[in-house]
């Protein structure tokens, strides 16, 4: 059975101690009210990991990171590597992220060496593929789509495959309020679990999860929540509330 799983994306907000607070809130909330069969995932910036990995103890609520580097150690100053983000006891790393695509260049090969390293330091991988605005019109979302995928993790071996958990994420939709449809989700989520089966067998891609990501609030989480391929959200802005991303796991 594949896991239902809610993910926050901090991305660069909250100084340390509004983290440690967002972080206590959430491992409160879950702590009273226990997660049964989901987790929820908190990625936040490098600064808070260590500490919010070490306080969260609510059972299905973990830390993650938001990137990694995809060497192993050594001399590349400012970057941290997925040894040390697993040493702070988190167990998961986003990779791929759009902006990181787009603002830090990040193509396909270097997504794959960030890909293999998180995964040899035994970190879950959600791995983010998407479309922009002009690549859907053009009618070259599905291409792009399958190719981010093949580049990226379909390279992997099943075993390793099998800790990366999908993330769809348009790019359209990314902080921009504007949300796929429920049937756009889906629609695209069916494809990748097909890509998933031609590549694995159907086993594996029963057992893949498959996260939404774009302007997912508490609000419309349900109704994308609903579609039979839609395991769970990749959630930005509205994580940073507690109320707001407690909500979202609760419509999972
Ligand atoms: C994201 O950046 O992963 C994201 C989904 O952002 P938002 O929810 O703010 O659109």
Redesign the pocket.
Known sequence: MRKKIVAG?W?MNMELSEGVALATGINKYFKSEPLKEKEAILCTPFIHLGIVSTLLNAPGVTAGAQNCSEHKSGAYTGEVSAAMIRSTGASTV?IG???RRSYYHEDDMLLAAKTAEALRNNLRVIF?CGEVLSEREDNNHFAVVKRQLEKGIFVLPEEEFRKCII?Y?PVW?????V?ATPAQAQEMHHFIRELVAGKYGKNVADDTTILY?????ASNAAELFANPDVDG???????LSREEFCNIVNAL
């Not at 990501?213 to 609030?217: D, E, L, N, R």
């Not at 959200?233 to 994580?239: K, M, P, Q």
């Open positions: 994306n991305k986003i992220h759009s902006e983010c993330a994420e939709a990314i902080g921009t309020g949300t990501g774009g302007s997912c609030k959200g990749l959630i930005g802005g509205a994580s």
